[in-house]
T-cell receptor, first 111, second 119 residues
Framework: QKEVEQNSGPLSVPEGAIASLNCTYS??????FFWYRQYSGKSPELIMS????GDKEDGRFTAQLNKASQYVSLLIRDSQPSDSATYLC???????????FGTGTRLQVFP | GAVVSQHPSWVICKSGTSVKIECRSL??????MFWYRQFPKQSLMLMAT?????????EQGVEKDKFLINHASLTLSTLTVTSAHPEDSSFYIC???????????????FGPGTRLTVL
């Protein structure tokens, strides 16, 4: 059973702080990793994709991948109240089209 | 990112009727489209995977005769909930993806979702 694990939270951080969201996955052959943001009552929105070990930065977001540890994380710098949402980690296992989603981490950024 | 639309955004229907939901990729050709369902405060649940011109592949426990999927073109997939009942009330979300360099799925982009309420 391929799994993606996330802490459900809520993770509460003050405005301006760095929010760190973590995810582990079980399928060692996975090649593609994604972070989605989902606001309450809305559909998921792709915010980051990462395919190789290391860091990938896009604006205030940095995705980090460590395939040896089967670990992927998302850092949000200068967190804003508008970042308050559920963040879904998704992994594409080897040789399949189906994303495996974690249950999501709820982030709360307070002023 | 790529744009995926869904129509309608919400629908209320009587028990026993059928409802069709459309999913379109607006600015790219989607080799694969996915249909998900999400109940309140729960995670996404994949219902089926569809490829253009072929039959959809349903996940275990999803009734193919109740949830009819048609993927007529590289930009359009439809989900029809037949003989809907109150327990089918949910948030239905489609996503569309393209193949990467190795022919495997690249990024998936989600539509805005359709909220179905069955009375």
């Amino acid at each position: 059973q391929k799994e993606v694990e996330q802490n459900s939270g809520p993770l509460s951080v003050p405005e301006g702080a760095i929010a760190s969201l973590n995810c582990t996955y079980s399928d060692r052959g996975s090649q593609s990793f994604f972070w989605y943001r989902q606001y309450s009552g809305k559909s998921p929105e792709l915010i980051m994709s990462i395919y190789s070990n290391g860091d990938k930065e896009d604006g205030r977001f940095t995705a980090q991948l460590n395939k040896a540890s089967q670990y992927v994380s998302l850092l949000i710098r200068d967190s804003q109240p508008s970042d308050s949402a559920t963040y879904l980690c998704a992994v594409l296992p080897y040789n399949t089209d189906k994303l495996i989603f974690g249950t999501g981490t709820r982030l709360q950024v307070f002023p | 990112g790529a744009v995926v639309s869904q129509h309608p955004s919400w629908v209320i229907c009587k028990s026993g009727t059928s409802v069709k939901i459309e999913c379109r990729s607006l600015d790219f050709q989607a080799t694969t489209m996915f249909w998900y369902r999400q109940f309140p405060k729960q995670s996404l649940m994949l219902m089926a995977t569809s490829n253009e011109g072929s039959k959809a592949t349903y996940e275990q426990g999803v009734e193919k005769d109740k949830f009819l999927i048609n993927h007529a073109s590289l930009t359009l997939s439809t989900l029809t909930v037949t003989s809907a009942h109150p327990e089918d009330s949910s948030f239905y979300i489609c996503s569309a993806g393209t193949s990467g360099i190795f022919g495997l799925l690249n990024e998936q982009f989600f539509g805005p979702g359709t909220r179905l309420t069955v009375l």
